[in-house]
Each structure stands twice: as structure tokens, then as C-alpha cells.
């Protein structure tokens, strides 16, 4: 009950800045509970496949996503965090502790970039979007080792490739998102699975709190100003990893 309750309260910060949430559930798992890391990857990568598949939907009523982008995109991304996840078992657990946390701390380079220069850029909407194919490859083959390595849900490296590679609308890019990261987190939570790094039983504590908490907090994200909200948003991995560091 002590993780759910923690979960319900991650959950509800996590609702109030619209993150995935996986690099602090590793990091609350691990440092606060003593989870082994390469469990807690499972099990935040596996939780990321419910957590996604609400907002997904939900995108795509509202027409925000790119399916046929998403879709490859997805499936090579599903693909190397399959193999990302086996590449983590033989990574030292010390070791994994570092490169994870720093991964956090360049998402949230990546979140600033995204959140204060991307947006303000005037978007070609007449992008060439030649050899879609290939970019989609590149854009997923990165993000999913990312994500399957490290565990963490690769959403601020998606959206800046989907926005400068692929070239999709910033309302695009982040229903994309949503898509692109269900492949990824299904095939890395299987991955996880399958070498005995998942904790059946943990991933419903941390889903029952998380599910709950994210309901709630999305009901305050429209009532405080938009540079706080930014500015939660990029502190969010900037903690995570500093908790996951000291």
C-alpha cells in the first residue's frame, strides 16, 4: 500500500504536467523501495502501455494524430527496444544507474528545446516528407533503444523527431507521440519480461497509483499560468535524475 499511495501522489504531479512519468518511477522504486533498476525498467516500461493507451485514444478523436506515421515510427522503434531491453540486462547495475539518470537530465534539455525554440518556430506545413520511410526508421530505431535500454518512455526525443525530421504539426507530434510509444513500451516491457526483470505484482501497485493519481492531476494542469506548467514539466526529469544520482 506504501507504493500505491506514493504512485497515487507521483500520479497526480505527473497528471498535472502531462509526463509519462517512467524515469520517476525508477527512480522512486529504486532509491525509496530498494527495487533492483533492471525490475524497475520493466516494470515503468510495462506500466507506460496503459498509461499511453487512454491518451492515444483520446488524440486520435481529436484528429491529433498521424497514423500512418505512428505506425512506422512504432514498429522500428518496438523493434530496437526489444533489443535495447537485452542490452540493459548486461549492463552493470551501477553503471545503469548513471546512464539512466543522465538520459533523464538530457530529456529535459531535449523538453526546453521542444517547449520554448521549437514552438516558436514557423512550421513549413508544406514539409517534404520524401522518403518517409527512412526518416521514420531513423526517428524510431533511436528512440526505441533509448527506451528499451534505459527504460525511460523517449516522449521529448520523439516529438523532436517527429517535428524536425518528419515534419508534423506540434499538435501532430504529440498525439503521434502517444502512439509511437505504445509499440516501444510493449515490446520493451516484453523484452523486460522475458529475462525475468518484471514484477507482476509491482506493476499493478505502481499502475493502481499512477492511473488514479494522473486522473486527478489532470484536473489542475488549466488552472495555473503556462510558464509554470512549462517550467514543472522540465524540473520533473531534472529531479528524477538527481534523485536517481544522490
Known amino acids: 500500500m506504501v507504493i500505491t499511495f506514493t504512485m497515487l501522489l507521483l500520479g497526480i504531479l505527473l497528471g498535472f504536467v502531462g509526463a509519462g512519468g517512467s524515469g520517476f518511477i525508477i527512480a522512486l522504486l529504486t532509491v525509496m523501495f530498494g527495487v533492483p533498476i533492471h525490475t524497475a525498467l520493466g516494470t515503468s516500461l510495462a506500466a507506460m502501455v496503459f498509461t499511453t493507451l487512454a491518451g492515444a485514444y483520446s488524440h486520435y478523436q481529436q484528429g491529433n494524430i498521424d497514423v500512418k506515421t505512428g505506425l512506422a515510427v512504432g514498429g522500428f522503434g518496438a523493434f530496437t527496444a526489444y533489443i535495447g531491453s537485452g542490452i540493459a540486462v548486461w549492463i552493470p547495475v551501477d553503471l545503469l544507474h548513471w546512464l539512466t539518470a543522465g538520459m533523464l537530465l538530457l530529456s529535459a534539455v531535449m523538453l526546453v528545446v521542444r517547449l520554448f525554440i521549437v514552438n516558436k518556430k514557423d512550421r513549413n506545413q508544406s514539409f517534404v516528407r520524401s522518403r518517409l520511410f527512412v526518416r521514420s526508421a531513423f526517428v524510431g530505431i533511436v528512440c526505441g533503444i533509448l527506451s528499451g535500454t534505459f527504460g525511460i518512455g523517449s516522449a521529448p526525443f520523439i516529438q523532436i523527431g517527429l517535428l524536425t525530421i518528419l515534419g ?28 525475468g526483470f518484471l514484477d507482476v505484482l509491482l506493476l499493478l501497485q505502481v499502475l493502481l497509483g499512477t492511473m488514479v493519481g494522473s486522473f486527478i492531476g489532470a484536473k489542475f494542469t488549466n488552472f495555473v499560468p503556462l510558464p509554470v506548467l512549462k517550467g514543472a514539466m522540465v524540473l520533473t526529469p531534472i529531479i528524477a535524475g538527481a534523485i536517481l544520482l544522490f
Open 168 to 195: 508534423l504539426t506540434v499538435q501532430k507530434s504529440v498525439g503521434t507521440t502517444m502512439l509511437v510509444i505504445l509499440p516501444i513500451a510493449l515490446a520493451g516491457g516484453v523484452g523486460y519480461y522475458l529475462e
